[in-house]
Every structure is written in C-alpha cells, then in structure tokens.
C-alpha cells in the first residue's frame, strides 16, 4: 500500500498510477440515473430495431439469452427468460422485457453495459448527450498527467461507454489525460481477484496505485491487494457509515489531494518566494545607499535614517576585526560588529561621492594607491574629503 500522510488539509500519496471510479467519484450518480439510464430506456426499442440484424448487436442478444437461461438456473428471482426463437418480434420483445428488467435491479452484467453503451453512442455523437463531470476532475487529471501520473478508469460501465463519456464530457474531449480503461471484463468491482487483474496489465506493484470511488466493498476489494483506498463523499452518494470513515482516508473533492513531489516542489517554492523577498529588499537597501529612493515602505529614507548598519561575516583561521568607517557627516556604516578576515586577503575600499563600500582582494583608498592590511596593522583610508578614525575605532587583530 502506497504510503498516506496528511499535510495541513490535504491527503498526501506517493502513489503514482491513479485508477478512478466513475459513478459517484468523477461524475454525479444522479447524471447516471437520471440522464444516462432514462436514455437507454427511451431509446432501447428503436436502437433494436434498428440495428437487429447488424453483427454487434446479434452478438449481445446472444449473450443476453446465456446470461438470462444462467439466471434461471441459479434461480435469480424474478429473472425474465429469452426464447430461442428465430421468430424476431417475440425474441425483440423477450430482449427489451430482460433488459429492462436488468436495469430496474441495477445489475452490472456485461451484456446489458454493452448494449447500454452503444444506445449511449448514439446518443453522444449526435449531441443529444454530454458527460458530466464535477469541476475538480477535468484540473486534476491535468495535473496528474502533467505530473508523469498514469489515470486509468474502472467501472462497471463498459470501456465503450466510458470513452464516450470522457470523449464527449461538457469539458471536452478528455480522453488524452487517460491512460486505460477496465470494465467488468476483468471482474466485478467488489472481488480482489479483479484488481489483481488490472495490476498484471498496467504492470505494476499495489503499492504504486491509489484506488477512488464512492463504495466502501470496491475499496475493501482494492485494499485488500495491496492498493491504497480512498472513498470520496460527494453530493447525492450514498451516506459513509462511521466503520467506512474509521478504514478509509475520505474526501469530498479531487483538491484534497497531494503527492509527495509536489508538496517538495511546493516547499521548495515557498522557499525561493523568501529568499527572492529577502533579496529584493537587499536589493533596495543597495539602491537606497546609491542614492534612489526605497521600493519597501519599511525602508526608511536618509532623512529619517542617521546611521544604517551592515553586518557581514566571513570566516577565517584566527582573527576577528572590528571595524568601523565614519562616511561623511555624522553617517556610520558599520562593517560587522565581529568580522573575521582571511590571513592574507586583502581589502580595498574606495571613499568617493557615492559612499560605496568594496570588498576586493586590494583596499585602496585613492586611485592607484594601494594600501596592503597586515595583521595588527591599523587601517586608514584617506578620501577625496578628510576622513578621520575615530579614537577607539582602531581595527584590531585578535588572535
């Protein structure tokens, strides 16, 4: 099982192939039913009659007898039997009676979701039907998929009808976010031995896959491989009870959840948004010092400011040095109340108009004079104006 940890709101996953369930997690039950299904039932006899004697559609009536004389004998209560006849207004008859009868049962077998799914794509390509999808799942396949994550669907709709779904979605054609799809061809959603099956195909470990629907058996059945379970609460889903809430991670929407790089890309973020600030204000105080006005409000002008503090830190074997250079009128910058200096280096600074302080390997303090710093040796710099160390303000070695 992929690991599952809370960060602030979210639900954390490390996993990186996402397989969804459709009704109830990426689109409302209610569309389902009260769209989708009311459809296939408006339309089933003409669609039949129709298309009686094309190849798809003999092939599903074929199935439908095997599945209704299987229901007879395993005494399916109120099953509806479908004759062998070749006589087609009573077989037609017998077929529309056993579908119906189906889908008042809401049973998920795989002839009535093929037949289902090809009245549903007549209805899709001539406009007469669009996929409803909640508004956090179109974004979040995006980011999934952005984020080299691999979406497949599962449900109990046929792969048929779940492409048109998506390929006709009031968002779009969105069936390049997805990877796969599985139906009931790999077996029903509430057996493990069905997952299993999906994980041999994506080639991959349940540890690697996050499972999302709205029935707590499916999540039970995917857990129980190894998958990681995560039960969505949407509007108009069947109430969770308090068990399914103790098993389960829940959520109401797709923006719950986080996976692991990105919580380290969005940590990483924060990190650089701060250090650009600090900069930024860096930024101004260098600007400020040159004599343009401050970007920050919570810098202050020259007029409010009498001395202004820089402090810098370098490390070294032994010494320390304090020092402090008196600029102009009354103006202090004071270069690190504790500064150590590298043996050897050697520092230039240059006193003009501008009252710039350079840190190079030379300390000049006029054009082409070069004045060396030795350890223990005061230092003294003579500007165009008459500069004066200040008593006390000798720099020191220490050792």
């Known amino acids: ?41 408006n339309h089933l006899e003409e669609y039949l ?50 579908v119906k009868w189906q889908m008042d049962n809401d049973r998920k077998t795989k002839c009535l979701k093929d037949l289902q799914g090809l009245i549903m794509e007549e209805g899709y390509k001539k406009g007469e039907l669009k996929g409803h999808l909640y508004d956090d799942v179109e974004p979040s396949l995006k980011s999934w998929t952005e984020d080299n994550r691999s979406v497949y669907i599962y449900s109990s709709g046929s792969v048929n009808a779940q492409k048109l779904l998506f390929g006709h979605s009031e968002k ?17 959603k509430g057996d493990a031995a ?19 629907t709205d029935v707590p058996t499916e999540a039970r059945a995917a857990k129980e491989t190894g998958i990681t379970a995560i039960l969505l609460s949407r509007e108009g889903n069947n109430p969770l009870t308090d068990v399914d809430k103790a098993e389960f991670p829940v959520i109401t929407s797709f923006t719950e959840i986080e996976f692991e790089n990105n919580c380290k890309k969005r940590k990483v973020c924060s990190e650089t948004d701060v250090t650009n600030e600090n900069k930024q204000v860096t930024n101004c105080a260098v600007s400020f010092e040159g004599g ?105 070695a220490e050792p």
């Open 49 to 98: 009659d129709k298309n009686w004697d094309t190849s798809h559609v003999q092939e599903i009536v074929q199935n439908l007898k095997a599945q209704a004389k299987d229901d007879e004998e395993k005494k399916v209560e109120g099953v509806i039997a479908i004759p062998d006849s070749q006589d087609k207004p009573t077989v037609l008859q017998a077929v529309i009676n056993n």
């Open 194 to 212: 069905s997952y299993k099956k999906i994980l041999t195909e994506i080639s991959c470990n349940a540890t690697d896959v996050a499972f999302f």
């Open 172 to 188: 779009g054609d969105l069936l390049p976010l997805i990877k796969g799809h599985f139906d009931t061809a790999v077996g029903m």
């Open 292 to 396: 343009s006005e401050p970007s920050n409000p919570n810098i202050k002008s020259n007029n409010d400011v009498e001395m202004m503090e820089v402090e810098e830190s370098s490390t070294t074997e032994d010494s320390t040095v304090e020092q402090k250079v008196e600029l102009g009128e009354g103006k202090k910058v004071e270069l690190g109340k504790e500064k150590k200096v590298e043996l050897g280096e050697e520092k230039k600074v240059e006193l003009g108009e501008e009252k710039k302080v350079e840190l190079e390997e030379e300390k000049k303090a006029e054009p082409g004079e070069e004045k060396k710093v030795e350890p223990g040796e005061e230092k003294k710099a003579e500007p165009g104006e008459e500069k004066k160390v200040e008593p006390g303000e000798e720099k020191k």
């Open 1 to 41: 099982m992929s690991s599952i940890k809370r960060d602030n709101n979210s639900i954390v996953l490390s996993a990186v192939h996402i397989l969804l369930d459709i009704e109830g997690t990426t689109s409302s039950i209610c569309f389902v039913k009260d769209v989708l299904f009311p459809y296939v039932r």
